[in-house]
């Protein structure tokens, strides 16, 4: 069997476990650093959404991929550089990493220019690391409101990656509560590690790569 069908078991019985139904989730199947050869078995095996870190990988894998291949739908989750705005915005269907009030005006005005609308998650850095991308936990309401009132983004909810060595499981509940708050709808988190808690949590977006594509170099 191969592992993106191994790992499909795996979170059919996960999502029984935590009591939710797979027409709730959407499975991201994380890409970076693999092959375009990599991901079209995964493609041919019927998956059409993926997750990528970089754009620069980006442009040089998916423009052929998605000639290739229709409906492909493209997840961004890596931080965010102001001059790489517009490829992001032209590339990704979905922006899970907005963090900073310049990004997203950057990204309203390409919206308005281009008149194409994308959606977008806020990253909230909730175990408040320094090195970490994400706004930060006692700026995040400001952040969310503003984000939401000044630009006209369709923002579908709140995206984080926990600490490494902490328990994921109060940091899934934290974000819960926030998009809770805000009514947004939808919860990017849980990855490879930890997207049993996160479903558990109501997790709506797992980003998984190493138990569908293996380890990275
Ligand atoms: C790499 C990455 C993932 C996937 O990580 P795995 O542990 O390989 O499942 C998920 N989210 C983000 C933001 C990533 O950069």
Known sequence: MSTYKNFLNKLENSLQIAGRRSEDIKLIAVSK???????QSVID??????????IQ??????PELKKLNSNIELH????????????IHQNCEVIHSIDRIK???LFAEIENLKNVRRKYFI?????????????MLSEANQF??????????????LMSIPPINEDPKTHFLTLADMAKNFNLSSLSMGMSNDFETALECGATHIRVGT??????N
């Open 33 to 39: 650093k693999k092959p375009i050869t990599d991901i």
């Open 45 to 54: 095996e019927g998956h059409l959404l993926f997750g990528e870190n970089q």
């Open 57 to 62: 990988e980006i442009e040089k894998k998916w």
């Open 76 to 87: 961004f989750i890596g931080s965010i550089q102001s001059r790489k705005v517009e490829s």
């Open 103 to 105: 990004v997203a005006k």
């Open 123 to 135: 990253q909230i850095n909730t175990g408040n690391e320094p090195q970490k991308s994400g706004v």
């Open 144 to 157: 969310i409101t503003e984000s939401i009132e000044s630009y006209n983004l369709n923002i579908i909810g």
């Open 211 to 216: 138990k569908i594509f293996g380890e990275r």
